[in-house]
């Protein structure tokens, strides 16, 4: 299946001659799923003001403002978990991958049945600037952890899905 993400994304790479903004999704789903950037601006938006990210002390490092962007949630309910029940889907974790290797986790649970599943962004406007065409490209952010580095992640590219065996 990692195969046929990488064929797809690469195909695509080739008719839009121009680097694709992708977000993969693999893993314990019926069949991967590829999301590019424009497909996220058509979902329904949500923001925060700004939100102060700080790292696992507690430490300030960044600040961002004008933040908005579409649910993961949402973009998660569109693919279809490997389950034969839904009392199964809280044994699924889901893995958010930066283009660098940076990987946090949520549970199934986190997402869809609680408030950080209410406020887990993927940025699609930062500051009033396409976040396609800042640095860090599609951004991942969670304002409702308190050290809000540990699930900042920037360059997200992939999103893994797993079913705790």
């Not at 893993?27 to 996220?40: E, H, M, Q």
């Not at 580095?149 to 999103?159: A, D, F, M, P």
Request: net charge positive; charged share 20%.
């Amino acid at each position: 299946m990692k195969i046929l993400s990488f064929l797809i994304l690469f195909f695509s790479l080739i008719v839009n001659g121009q680097v694709s903004k992708s977000i993969s999704i693999t893993g314990d789903i019926t069949k991967p799923v590829i999301i590019n950037f424009n497909d996220l601006k058509s979902d329904q938006k949500h923001s925060v003001d700004s939100l102060v990210i700080y790292n696992h002390k507690m430490d300030y490092k960044s600040f961002l403002k004008k933040i908005s962007g579409v649910l993961l949630k949402d973009v998660l309910a569109k693919v279809e978990f490997k389950t034969s029940s839904p009392k199964f889907l809280s044994e699924f974790y889901v893995v958010c991958i930066g283009d660098d290797g940076y990987k946090v986790v949520f549970s199934w649970n986190e997402i869809f049945n609680s408030g950080n599943g209410d406020q887990t962004l993927i940025v699609t406007n930062l500051d009033g600037t396409d976040a396609s065409q800042l640095k860090e490209n599609i951004i991942l952010v969670t304002p409702t952890d308190r050290a809000t580095g540990r699930r900042y992640v920037k360059n997200l590219s992939k999103i893994l899905i797993q079913q705790v065996k």
